[in-house]
């Protein structure tokens, strides 16, 4: 099955961008009448015909049109250290987004070692493991602020709330804190981890210290992890 994105319709017509288009004319070479797939992002699914094959601008016809409903996954927020080699970000990104999560937070604590990020190489991350997975509901990507700022924006955030390290002190195990059903946000520290400061400063406003098992991760490991037991826990 060959899945595109487009964000643009008209009546019943799909317009694919330059990209897209170059690559289901000139790659997998489409032409008028051949059946694709369409996904735009927000929840629609769709089956259309090739109507004009052009390698700047294909329009396809909808066949049938199926609105995906909410998955589990949405309700996962999960907000990130970015880590120094940025392919383990975006294969945070991409795993995260096959298995399922609602939006992605960015924050730089007082070990990050990365402070800038490609927004527009991390769009076509997500998009590409959405068409991948067959999602049609794209994850929301947060630009990357200072761990305060990150506290202060959530502090008034109405699920359960998280912060994985590995500082010694009481953690809970996610199985047994998790409620499910409901909206979750889950903090993962840099390489070097949380600060003590960092830690308590998340305690402060609201955050449980969290353990996800007795093992020592990856920055984006810890992320994966924490994401795929949501995923578990809500079966």
């Keep these: 099955m060959q899945v595109f994105f487009s964000n643009e319709r008209q009546d019943n017509f799909l317009i694919l961008d330059e990209i897209e288009s170059?690559?289901?004319?000139?790659?997998?070479?489409?032409k008028e009448g051949d059946e694709i797939h369409v996904l735009n992002g927000v929840g629609g699914f769709f089956r259309a015909v090739v109507f004009e094959a052009n390698k700047n601008r294909t329009v396809v016809e909808i066949v049938e049109e199926i609105q995906q409903n909410a998955f589990p996954g949405?309700?996962?927020?999960?907000?990130?250290?970015?880590t120094k080699n940025m392919s383990r970000v975006e294969w945070f990104l991409e795993k995260a987004t096959e298995i399922g999560i609602g939006e992605f937070a960015f924050f730089y604590s007082k070990n990050s070692e990365r402070m800038k990020l490609r927004y527009?190489?991390?769009?076509?991350?997500?998009?590409?493991?959405?068409k991948q997975s067959l999602k049609a509901f794209f994850p929301k990507i947060n630009e990357a602020k200072s761990f305060k700022e990150l506290l202060m924006e959530y502090q008034d955030f109405k699920g359960q709330k998280f912060i994985a390290?590995?500082?010694?002190?009481?953690?809970?195990?996610l199985k047994?804190?998790?409620?499910?059903?409901v909206e979750v946000l889950i903090l993962i520290g840099?390489?070097?981890?949380?600060?003590?400061?960092e830690v308590a400063a998340a305690e402060s406003k609201g955050f449980v210290s969290l353990?996800?098992?007795e093992a020592r991760l990856r920055t984006e490991t810890a992320a994966l992890v924490a994401c795929h037991s949501i995923q578990f826990l809500e079966m």
């Design 176 to 181: 047994s804190a998790y409620k499910k059903g």
């Design 211 to 213: 353990s996800l098992g």
């Design 120 to 130: 527009d190489r991390l769009d076509k991350v997500v998009q590409s493991a959405c």
């Design 165 to 173: 390290h590995c500082n010694d002190g009481a953690k809970k195990q």
């Design 22 to 30: 170059k690559h289901c004319v000139r790659v997998l070479r489409k």
């Design 190 to 197: 840099p390489e070097g981890d949380f600060t003590i400061e």
């Design 74 to 82: 949405m309700q996962t927020t999960i907000a990130i250290a970015p």
